[in-house]
């Protein structure tokens, strides 16, 4: 039995898939389903032009509406251009960039790889060293044809930056994951090791040092308990204000 697409995935298709944000939504998938949950107008698109507001007018069987000058106006197709010389290589532009056509590392001049740019514009604002522009690639808007046939090879491309965002927040989790476990791990042993070591160590019984045979019968004997390290260190400390006071025979 065939089934249809959902309303919300053939009103996706007929956008430009710019991920430009400019209709208010976060990808043009979240504004499809807005449109298909009469949450959002069929207006708000500008990369999608006045072609692509009629399109989803006679998909919606609505009557056709100009595009709202509010979210943008309709013009030819465009492309991220980088000053070479400016960039310093941050990467902010390369993790706006929707479907990963900037091509740098950290610290190093970036590119845009123009066949893969939409022009979305989402470079820009991240950039701290205003070293993008925008030129346009052709005198005027695009056909209809011309806009979905751009549309899903950038569909595409979005859709594989997500997956590869996806993995890469998995295997961060992952790293974390594993990191708590070997941190409680390593505490959990510390914590065997500091109860065998306290088990381990030697009792006071009686006093550290042995004193007059005449005196130790008056002291009442202490409740054993282990000898601890200020114990230790101010048993250190007597030895030698002693050894100072009654220095060895020459």
Do not use: W
């Amino acid at each position: 039995m065939n089934v249809l697409p959902s309303l919300a995935v053939r009103i996706d298709a007929a956008l430009p898939q710019t991920q430009c944000t400019r209709c208010g939504y976060p990808t043009c998938r979240a504004y499809a389903q807005a449109i298909a949950d009469g949450e959002a107008d069929i207006d708000r698109c500008p990369p999608g032009g006045e072609a692509g507001v009629a399109a989803l007018a006679g998909l919606l069987g609505r009557a056709p509406k100009a595009l709202n000058p509010d979210y943008g106006v309709e013009q030819a197709p465009l492309v991220a251009l980088i000053d070479e010389d400016v960039c310093i290589g941050c990467t902010k532009c390369i993790e706006a960039c929707p479907v990963d056509a900037i091509v740098g590392a950290a610290k190093r001049m970036h590119t845009i790889i123009a066949s893969e740019c939409t022009g979305c514009e989402l470079c820009l604002p991240p950039c701290p060293v205003d070293c993008i522009a925008l030129v346009p690639t052709a005198p005027a808007p695009l056909a209809r044809a011309q806009v979905l046939a751009r549309a899903a090879h950038a569909r595409a491309r979005f859709e594989a930056r997500e997956v590869r965002l996806s993995r890469t927040r998995e295997g961060k989790k992952r790293n974390v994951g594993a990191a708590l476990v070997g941190a409680a791990s390593a505490a959990t042993d510390i914590e065997k090791s500091s109860g065998i070591a306290a088990e381990a160590a030697p009792t006071q019984t009686a006093p550290a040092f042995a004193e007059p045979a005449g005196h130790q019968e008056d002291r009442p004997a202490e409740t054993a308990k282990p000898i601890t390290r200020s114990a230790v260190l101010e048993a250190i400390a007597r030895g030698k204000a002693r050894r100072h006071k009654d220095p060895p025979p020459r």
